[in-house]
């Protein structure tokens, strides 16, 4: 099985504030990675797929990077509707495997 | 408009067996792999299980596998997860989300609920 592990578990960061969550495969996947937002209550959303490609209606402050093995999501002005859990997933293969989560909370 | 609505979660006794349904529509459901993905209170995201479109091929997770059955009726645009031999571990929102590669859409989720 494909592990993924994601840093950190949380973080408090501010509005207008640059974030950036890793994402590390335990093995390469190419660039077969993607992010999702999840808010409490609610389905996760696709924010971007294929390491860097943004989904759309996802708003460009949003942004992915990332081959083989390391992964970044870069938030780069946190705005109010942002504070939400936020999870990697690989389909290198069939059987997904999601990251633990980040958890982005206001400071 | 692509829409997916989950039925069938419930409170179920160990040992018990439960039948989730996933209602589709707003797009050419036998294209599509479709996956079932599930996440225990508090918890992060586990996929489920997974089935191709057209030729039906499945995968499970191990956590699952031999206990529970993933099916599709292409011509009703519906997906199925039969789970039997349930567990408190498998206590969890279960959702079904369209795609082989990614999750483009997902349903509202149906809580599934294993105790005595």
């Known amino acids: 099985d494909i592990q993924m592990t994601q840093s950190p578990s949380s973080l408090s960061a501010s509005i207008g504030d640059r974030v950036t969550i890793t994402c590390r495969a335990s093995?390469?996947?190419?660039?077969?990675l993607n992010w999702y937002q999840q808010k409490p209550g609610r389905a996760p959303k696709l924010l971007i797929f294929?390491?860097?490609t943004l989904q759309s209606g996802v708003p460009s402050r949003f942004s992915g990077s990332g081959s083989g093995t390391d992964f970044t999501l870069t938030i780069s002005s946190l705005q109010p509707e942002d504070f939400a859990t936020y999870f990697c997933q690989q389909s290198y293969n069939s059987m997904w495997t999601f990251g633990q989560g980040t958890t982005v909370a206001i400071k | 408009e692509v829409q997916l609505v989950e039925s069938g979660g419930g409170l179920v006794k160990p040992g018990g067996s439960l039948r989730l349904s996933c209602g589709t529509s707003?797009?050419?459901?036998?294209?599509?792999?479709m996956n079932w993905v599930r996440q225990a209170p508090g918890k992060g995201l586990e996929w489920v299980s997974s089935?191709?479109?057209?030729?039906?091929?499945?995968y499970y997770a191990d956590s699952v596998k031999g206990r529970f059955t993933i099916s599709r009726d292409n011509a009703k645009n519906s997906l199925d997860l039969q789970m039997t031999s349930l567990r408190a571990e498998d206590t969890a929102v279960y959702y079904c989300?369209?795609?082989?590669?990614?999750?483009?859409?997902w349903g509202q989720g149906t809580p599934v609920t294993v105790s005595s």
């Open positions: 093995q390469s996947i190419t660039t077969y």
């Open positions: 707003g797009f050419k459901f036998k294209t599509y792999t």
């Open positions: 089935i191709s479109g057209s030729t039906s091929y499945t």
């Open positions: 294929a390491a860097s």
């Open positions: 989300a369209r795609g082989g590669g990614l999750g483009d859409s």
